[in-house]
């Protein structure tokens, strides 16, 4: 049988011939969650880092949509670094804004990335559909970071869900602490899964990319 699902983020590991573990965060776990919810049988663990899901859609979050899009239109990225900004610093300079947007835009293609932006009521879940979830969870988030008020309220609806909060770090500096890594490793160390069959490498000619520092590659599924 062949791969049925694939989620990537900061670490791409696959456990079994049939299913694949989801390391999701941010885009990733937002556009993930949604096909969690409708095939729960290809999903064997969820690994949330710095988004929860978009979750009770409102007015506001489509004109945030609406902006955040336009100014990706234009290579900037002014209105989605001002929101996540870390809430115990002051806010950034117009310098600051600007250099920040060129550096994550560089090699990007905006129009790609306002696409994408545009696409988000598509990635709704409800909580209803959440509460159903019945796989291992776990949930990484930073104490400064605007989205773990949203993280405490995915935990009412998911009691199984393992709400680890990093004391400090912020929304674009918690995959970079050490305590990530260790909430990380000890969840998959809880919650392993006997692969069907050996996986090694995929062949050079199948494969579409790689990890910058692992061992895995992943091709087409």
Same mark, same amino acid.
């Given at each position: 049988?062949?791969?049925?699902?694939? +989620? %990537?983020?900061? /670490?791409?590991? *696959?456990?079994?011939?049939? /299913? /694949?573990?989801?390391?999701?965060?941010?885009?990733?776990?937002?556009? +993930?969650?949604?096909?969690?919810?409708?095939? =729960?049988? $290809?999903? *064997?663990?969820?690994?949330?880092?710095?988004?929860?899901?978009? $979750?009770?859609?409102? @007015?506001?979050?489509?004109?945030?949509?609406?902006?955040?899009? !336009? &100014?990706?239109? &234009?290579?900037?990225?002014? +209105?989605?670094?001002?929101?996540?900004?870390?809430?115990?610093? =002051?806010? =950034?300079?117009?310098?600051?804004?600007?250099?920040? +947007?060129?550096?994550?835009?560089?090699?990007?293609?905006?129009?790609? #990335? !306002?696409? /994408?932006?545009?696409?988000?009521?598509?990635? *709704?879940?409800?909580?209803?559909?959440?509460?159903?979830?019945?796989?291992?969870? %776990?949930?990484?988030?930073?104490? !400064?970071?605007?989205? #773990?008020? &949203?993280?405490?309220?995915?935990?009412? !609806?998911?009691?199984?869900?393992?709400?680890?909060? *990093?004391?400090?770090?912020?929304?674009?500096?918690?995959?970079?602490?050490?305590?990530? %890594?260790?909430?990380?490793?000890?969840?998959?160390? @809880?919650?392993?899964?006997?692969?069907?069959?050996?996986?090694?490498?995929?062949?050079?000619?199948?494969?579409?990319?790689? #990890?910058?520092?692992?061992?895995?590659?992943?091709? &087409?599924?």
């Amino acid at each position: 049988m062949g791969l049925k699902w694939v +989620s %990537i983020s900061f /670490v791409f590991l *696959i456990t079994s011939a049939s /299913v /694949v573990r989801t390391l999701s965060a941010t885009r990733w776990a937002l556009t +993930s969650l949604p096909s969690l919810t409708t095939h =729960p049988d $290809r999903f *064997i663990t969820l690994i949330l880092g710095g988004a929860s899901g978009r $979750r009770n859609w409102s @007015a506001d979050d489509q004109h945030r949509v609406d902006v955040e899009s !336009a &100014e990706m239109d &234009e290579g900037m990225l002014r +209105s989605q670094i001002l929101r996540l900004w870390p809430k115990d610093q =002051p806010p =950034p300079s117009d310098e600051v804004i600007r250099q920040r +947007s060129a550096e994550r835009m560089a090699g990007n293609d905006p129009k790609a #990335l !306002a696409a /994408v932006r545009r696409s988000n009521p598509d990635q *709704i879940v409800t909580e209803a559909q959440m509460r159903a979830v019945n796989v291992p969870a %776990i949930g990484i988030v930073g104490t !400064a970071d605007p989205y #773990l008020r &949203e993280f405490e309220q995915l935990k009412s !609806a998911m009691p199984q869900l393992q709400l680890v909060t *990093i004391e400090g770090a912020s929304h674009g500096s918690a995959p970079g602490r050490p305590e990530f %890594i260790q909430a990380l490793k000890a969840f998959l160390a @809880a919650h392993p899964a006997a692969p069907e069959r050996p996986i090694g490498r995929i062949p050079p000619r199948r494969r579409q990319g790689s #990890l910058r520092d692992g061992e895995w590659s992943f091709g &087409e599924t």
